[in-house]
């Protein structure tokens, strides 16, 4: 090969090298800027993924919380239910057994309702044969209880407890005094009259104007005149109304037949 074609063939190679080593470092920067955009695009994915496990963390630590709470609440509402299984367990012992009471309700309505009806016989005559004070007030109140047997509206305890309470008036009445107004007979002309009631041993009558004054006789069972004593009447009828202090009072007392015998004897 000519001296001249060697030289034409290194000038050529020249060029090629000045035009490849260019085009080698434009790659390289391309390179690097992809690298570097990589990067860029990774941290941010990577900023993206921390939010998202941030996020995750955050629900996971709500979703906890959630879960200790309903656990606590169904720990709770064992213990309730256990209380309330309890208590319809008593409730149910308790119903068994009101149950067998009144089975047996029966049985004992057959033995007190015969008992009420002699009670309200026997306050029936008890009334008849003691002093006659507030008569038809207490005739009234044995009627109610004979039309309270008959009502079916009225219940067994019901019953019992209006007869007890009609037996602690009563009771209470030979314990108390009394002054009450009311109608009788007075010679042979009704008219209204004071009563005084001194527990059931004294039961004397004035005329509003005084004029008459007589006691009932319990032995005797009828009203015997005692003007003599109308000062003693008035007085104690005073005390029984609280117009005056509580005094010594002199009233015609009928003495028992039996100790009217011994005196005699």
Same mark, same amino acid.
């Given at each position: 090969?000519?001296?001249? !074609?060697?030289?034409?063939?290194?000038?050529?190679?020249?060029?090629?090298?000045?035009?490849?080593?260019?085009?080698?470092?434009?790659?390289?920067?391309?390179?690097?800027?992809?690298?570097?955009?990589?990067?860029?695009?990774?941290?941010?994915? =990577?900023?993206?993924?921390?939010?998202?496990?941030?996020?995750?963390?955050?629900?996971?630590?709500?979703?906890?919380?959630?879960?200790?709470?309903?656990?606590?609440?169904?720990?709770?509402?064992?213990?309730?239910? $256990?209380?309330?299984?309890?208590?319809?367990?008593?409730?149910? =012992? /308790?119903?068994?057994?009101?149950?067998?009471?009144? @089975?047996?309700?029966?049985?004992?309505?057959?033995?007190?309702?015969?008992? #009420?009806?002699? #009670?309200?016989? @026997?306050? $029936?005559?008890?009334?008849?044969?003691?002093?006659?004070?507030?008569? $038809?007030?207490?005739?009234?109140?044995?009627?109610?209880?004979?039309?309270?047997?008959?009502?079916?509206?009225?219940?067994?305890?019901? +019953?019992?407890?209006?007869?007890?309470?009609?037996? +602690?008036?009563?009771?209470? !009445?030979?314990?108390?005094?009394?002054?009450?107004? @009311?109608?009788?007979?007075?010679?042979?002309?009704?008219?209204?009259? $004071?009563?005084?009631?001194?527990?059931?041993?004294?039961?004397?009558?004035?005329?509003?104007?005084?004029?008459?004054?007589?006691?009932?006789?319990?032995?005797?069972?009828?009203?015997?005149?005692?003007? =003599?004593?109308?000062?003693?009447?008035? /007085?104690?009828?005073?005390?029984?109304?609280?117009?005056?202090?509580?005094?010594?009072?002199?009233?015609?007392?009928?003495?028992?037949?039996?100790?009217?015998?011994?005196?005699?004897?």
């Amino acid at each position: 090969m000519s001296k001249s !074609a060697i030289a034409g063939l290194g000038v050529l190679l020249a060029g090629v090298a000045l035009t490849v080593t260019p085009l080698t470092a434009q790659a390289q920067q391309q390179t690097l800027q992809q690298s570097v955009s990589t990067q860029q695009q990774i941290v941010k994915n =990577s900023a993206q993924t921390q939010k998202k496990i941030n996020n995750l963390a955050d629900s996971t630590q709500t979703l906890l919380a959630k879960y200790l709470t309903t656990e606590k609440q169904i720990d709770q509402l064992k213990k309730y239910n $256990d209380n309330l299984q309890g208590l319809i367990n008593n409730q149910q =012992s /308790s119903i068994t057994s009101l149950n067998k009471q009144l @089975g047996q309700l029966s049985d004992v309505a057959h033995g007190i309702v015969p008992l #009420m009806q002699q #009670m309200i016989a @026997g306050l $029936d005559n008890f009334i008849k044969l003691d002093i006659p004070y507030q008569l $038809d007030q207490r005739e009234q109140t044995v009627q109610k209880l004979k039309d309270l047997m008959t009502d079916s509206d009225v219940s067994i305890s019901e +019953r019992y407890r209006q007869i007890m309470g009609a037996y +602690r008036n009563e009771l209470q !009445a030979g314990r108390t005094i009394n002054a009450y107004r @009311g109608q009788l007979t007075v010679n042979n002309k009704p008219q209204p009259v $004071d009563f005084l009631r001194i527990g059931r041993v004294v039961l004397c009558y004035q005329t509003l104007d005084q004029s008459q004054t007589g006691c009932w006789d319990q032995r005797a069972r009828k009203w015997v005149a005692k003007n =003599s004593f109308r000062r003693e009447v008035a /007085s104690g009828l005073q005390v029984a109304r609280k117009e005056t202090s509580p005094n010594l009072l002199i009233l015609p007392v009928l003495a028992p037949v039996a100790a009217q015998q011994q005196t005699q004897q």
